[in-house]
């Protein structure tokens, strides 16, 4: 099929039809290392396409030498574009050009875009900038906005696993001026003190409700409409310093249909940057406004923001992490429950210790003398020591099994994020584990000591503390809703 589209291209046969084909045809890999073949053959009369008189023959052959990659082809393509005189067209050169090392045009790029910016904008300009500053942001990424929004009244929806909705709200409502409500997996709440909202460390991220109410629609540019019509400009530029354009990005929320959410999510984009004045572009790459849209069901849509350009310092720290790693929040929020178990100054212990997040949390939570973490991943060992190090604490990191772990003194607190089955040989594993925590406990835990213990194998959990009356169940907090995970507190019966 290749052969034959092509060889009708040479003879100059439906020029239109048959690039537009060959385009279709060449996204697929496979394909396209058949096209090579014929490309290397008649790399001239594919250049050569490029100064024929129809512009959709221009325009396909634009994106099949793109798609060839040649480094060669870069100076053609840029000599093209500074002499193509149809404006549709420009965009379509500066995206094949983004697959190049085009460094050294780099001043040019700059120079064509500070013209069309003191232009009137047309749709095709419009695109042509769009391009444009996708190369230039690639070479060298913007520089961020400054966020100022602290000092103003904000209604923010923050984010928190489901079932501790009541947790948070009461840690932001001990904030002078804020108050709000719970609701299905986070806490409206409105504030005049956003800089200490923030700081609360049991939410996992938070999003401004700039509009609080229904839209009815699930449509993208009714969407786009509405937020516009009800101030998402002025809303977003009274809380950062410089008024220059913001990138943003689309992300929509509680649709499962996979086609109509990213038809939602494309409609709206190209709604908001084509009506916004220039000052929103669409910009993945580089966001720092994300329009968030959560459908309710049929009903229509809630819009939130995310502005990333608001600082969050909470963790920091968390820098090195593996893929059982806790999430830094989950944490802060079984410390939270711990808390008023929790001894000052205490020798702490975390036999299953990761990189050490749960040990970092509890340094948060209340003071401590000392902190020991074990595990036997040496490259969990390396994260939890340079993770500490970010946090500006000292934990004693060892490489070790627990089994083989000796101490000169006991410890007032065991503390650990239970490791789950499937991330181990087998249930058996599992189950050692749970048993040398316990026998291992015994020795190590002072009288009186606490262990908190994170699980997500409640049975076995269960099981082993029937066979061990030397701890007392203290406390048993259902960690997620649907009670697969849960935060035991025990105590040594010892004293």
Not at 200 to 213: G, K, M, N, S
Not at 355 to 364: D, F, K, Y
Not at 420 to 434: C, F, I, P, Q, V
Request: aromatic letters at 10%.
């Amino acid at each position: 099929m290749i052969k034959k589209l092509c060889a009708e291209i040479y003879e100059g046969k439906n020029l239109r039809e048959n690039m537009i084909q060959l385009n279709q045809m060449v996204k697929s890999e496979a394909v396209l290392d058949d096209f090579l073949d014929e490309y290397y053959e008649h790399e001239s009369c594919f250049t050569g396409l490029l100064d024929n008189d129809d512009a959709k023959v221009r325009k396909n052959a634009v994106k099949l030498l793109g798609r060839v990659g040649d480094p060669v082809l870069l100076d053609i393509l840029f000599q093209h574009y500074e002499a193509e005189e149809t404006q549709f067209l420009k965009s379509d050169y500066l995206a094949a050009m983004a697959g190049f090392e085009y460094m050294r045009y780099l001043p040019g790029l700059k120079e064509r875009w500070e013209i069309l910016e003191g232009q009137e904008r047309t749709k095709h300009s419009a695109e042509e900038i769009k391009q444009l500053q996708k190369l230039i942001w690639k070479a060298e990424p913007p520089k961020r906005h400054s966020f100022c929004g602290d000092e103003m009244e904000n209604r923010l929806l923050l984010i928190v696993p489901r079932g501790h909705e009541e947790t948070v709200l009461k840690q932001a409502e001990s904030i002078p001026e804020t108050h709000g409500r719970v609701m299905t997996g986070g806490c409206l709440v409105t504030t005049k003190n956003l800089e200490k909202v923030r700081q609360i460390r049991t939410f996992q991220a938070v999003l401004f409700d700039f509009y609080p109410a229904l839209i009815p629609s699930l449509d993208g540019e009714t969407i786009g409409k509405k937020i516009l019509k009800e101030g998402l400009l002025p809303y977003i530029r009274e809380r950062h310093a410089e008024k220059r354009p913001f990138m943003f990005r689309v992300d929509v929320k509680g649709m499962k249909d996979i086609a109509k959410k990213n038809q939602l999510a494309k409609a709206l984009s190209k709604y908001l940057e084509e009506n916004s004045g220039g000052m929103l572009i669409n910009e993945p790459s580089f966001y720092e406004v994300e329009i968030r849209v959560i459908a309710a069901g049929t009903k229509g849509s809630r819009v939130f923001l995310k502005l990333t350009c608001m600082p969050d310092k909470r963790f920091l720290y968390r820098k090195y992490i593996t893929s059982t790693s806790m999430h830094p929040a989950k944490a802060a929020l079984i410390m939270h429950y711990a808390e008023p178990y929790l001894k000052p100054e205490a020798n702490i212990l975390d036999p299953f210790c990761g990189t050490g997040t749960l040990l970092i949390e509890r340094a948060a939570a209340v003071s401590f003398k000392s902190m020991y973490g074990l595990d036997i991943s040496e490259q969990a060992v390396q994260a939890a020591w340079e993770n500490s190090r970010r946090a500006g604490m000292t934990i004693h990191v060892v490489h070790r099994n627990f089994n083989d772990f000796k101490h000169e003194y006991k410890f007032d607190e065991i503390l650990t994020d239970m490791p789950r089955t499937e991330n181990l040989r087998g249930k058996d594993s599992a189950a050692y584990l749970y048993e040398l925590l316990f026998t291992r406990g015994r020795e190590l835990l002072a009288p009186q000591g606490i262990m908190a213990v994170y699980s997500e194998d409640g049975k076995l959990m269960e099981r082993k503390l029937a066979e061990n009356s030397w701890l007392q169940r203290v406390q048993r907090i259902p960690v997620a809703k649907d009670h697969t995970s849960w935060l035991y507190i025990l105590q040594n019966k010892d004293k």
